[in-house]
Nanobody
């Protein structure tokens, strides 16, 4: 059984930082395309960052230079380091895994962790 469990969300002021973690079980994250998505109320889901099996990363324009996706293979855990946070970063953040980095219909999803940025 595959499980993705996110943690690290919370409330932070504008300009602050948070690090999200996604602990995986039932899959080996290095063998999957891993990504972070977010969804704010009334908005469509957005892919924030993606890391390929070979380590190549890709970011949404809205977070480039502020967010960093990484993976600890020994811990089978995915991370999202978020800095210079803005109110528009407020959303539920989800970890996802897919056999390939193609499209956004990922096979496995976590339950989400809330990030709230206040001014």
């Amino acid at each position: 059984q595959v499980q993705l469990v996110e943690s690290g969300g919370g409330s932070v002021q504008v300009g602050g930082s948070l690090r999200l973690a996604c602990a995986a079980s039932g899959i080996t994250t290095v063998n999957y395309c891993m990504a972070w998505f977010r969804q704010a109320p009334g908005k469509e889901r957005e892919r924030v960052a993606q890391i390929h099996t070979v380590g190549t990363t890709r970011y949404a324009d809205s977070v480039k230079g502020r967010f960093t996706i990484s993976r600890d293979n020994a811990k089978n855990t995915l991370y999202l380091q978020m800095s210079s946070l803005k109110p528009e970063d407020t959303a539920m953040y989800y970890c996802a895994a897919n056999p390939a980095c193609y499209g956004d219909n990922y096979v496995y999803w976590g339950q989400g962790t809330q990030v709230t940025v206040s001014s």
